[in-house]
């Protein structure tokens, strides 16, 4: 199994609603990251978990909340969100070797649609 | 402070025509590099890294990169397109140290493979 599973595929939500986006590996990966896409850009990371804990946070907004629940799951709760909040989420995982490493590599998921109306 | 510059962000080829992605780096230490691929509605998938060592790193689907330190460059190429090579590319630069990675995305490029 190489695969990263993101549920929902497709959310549509109005900003005073709370919902959860998850992400879910079985590759053993000890490092899970949350990144934003916004159309016709490239993704920004908002979140590393290295051995389910948080390890990078770039100055996210609190209306994201990230949670890592154990080594296979990851989640990003979302608050209070505003319409310029509408992007792709893209969750990754990685065996957490170290970014020199040869076999070190990021895994993506398909990513989660956001609509923030 | 790293960054990695794409040029051309739409670049069209045809069937069966040479492939050349541009992208250029900045980094005070050294950078390791990548080239992601993302096709429609898809998340990304790594193509190729450079990290240390051997200066031309080939990748998945036939493509390589060459690592420039010269000319702080790391261009992707494939001799010979194919239709479902259609994508956006993006170049990344992370850095030494740490047990994750974090990187650098370029502003993509788009790939159109005309028949």
């Known amino acids: 199994d190489t695969e990263v599973t993101q549920t929902p595929k497709h959310l549509v939500m109005g900003m005073t609603n709370k919902k959860s986006l998850k992400c879910e590996q079985h590759?053993?990966?000890?490092?899970m990251y949350w990144y934003k896409q916004k159309a016709k850009k490239p993704p920004e990371l908002m979140f590393v978990y290295s051995y389910e804990k948080l390890s990078i946070n770039e100055s996210v907004p609190s209306r994201f909340s990230p949670e890592c629940p154990n080594s296979s799951l990851l989640n990003l709760h979302l608050h209070a969100l505003q319409p310029e909040d509408s992007a792709l989420y893209l969750c990754a995982s990685s065996q957490g070797l170290g970014i020199g490493a040869t076999n070190e590599k990021l895994f993506f998921g398909s990513g989660t649609q956001l609509s923030v109306l | 402070a790293q960054s990695v510059t794409q040029l051309g962000s739409h670049v069209s080829v045809s069937e069966g025509a040479l492939v050349l992605l541009r992208c250029n780096y900045s980094s005070s230490v050294p950078p390791y590099l990548f080239w992601y691929v993302q096709y429609p509605n898809q998340g990304l998938q790594l193509l190729l890294k450079?990290?240390?060592?051997?200066?031309l790193v080939k990748g998945i689907n036939g493509f390589e990169a060459e690592f420039k330190k010269s000319e702080t460059s790391f261009h992707l190429t494939k001799p010979s397109a194919h239709m479902s090579d259609a994508a956006e590319y993006f170049c990344a630069v992370s850095s030494l140290g740490g047990a994750t990675n974090k990187l650098i995305f370029g502003t993509g490029t788009l790939l159109a493979v005309q028949p």
């Open positions: 450079y990290t240390t060592g051997a200066t």
């Open positions: 590759m053993g990966h000890r490092a």
